[in-house]
């Protein structure tokens, strides 16, 4: 096989891979600022993790509406959709749920937002203390 070959063949092959971000049940590290999500009630089952600052517009087919437990680690907290790209009823959780039953969320899951507020903090004061520098070349008033 040729030089040329060898590489056109390396590229579609990473291409063609999956990402590595993935989401699938019963895969993944748990976060140290993130939420995971169970298939079962009481952290039960299957699992899936995400990261904080990670958002999934669309849950994978094969777990859509089939959450009904989610563990909060760290500074995380999430927003959970019942429709797909962050539409229709939402509501944030901050807190480990053993049973979305309980909350009438339960199976009824299509995208998440996770976030963690004390980095969107710090990223807003990081911005203005840039905007006063940049601006007004001085640091920002306390």
């Not at 895969?27 to 009481?42: K, L, T």
Request: some cysteine; proline content about 5%; overall charge neutral.
């Amino acid at each position: 096989m040729t030089f040329a070959k060898t590489v056109v063949v390396s590229v579609a092959l990473v291409l063609a891979a999956p990402p590595a971000f993935a989401q699938r049940w019963g895969y993944g590290r748990v976060p140290s600022n993130g939420v995971c999500f169970y298939e079962h009630a009481n952290f039960g089952g299957q699992y899936f993790c995400v990261d904080a600052g990670a958002n999934l517009g669309s849950i994978p087919d094969e777990m859509n509406d089939e959450i009904s437990s989610m563990r909060v680690f760290g500074r995380a907290e999430a927003t959970l959709f019942k429709d797909r790209n962050f539409n229709g009823r939402s509501w944030r959780f901050v807190r480990d749920l053993t049973n979305f039953k309980d909350q009438g969320w339960n199976d009824t899951i299509s995208s998440v937002e996770v976030r963690n507020p004390r980095a969107d903090a710090a990223e807003a004061e990081r911005i203005v203390r840039r905007s006063y520098q940049d601006g007004l070349r001085r640091e920002p008033d306390p």
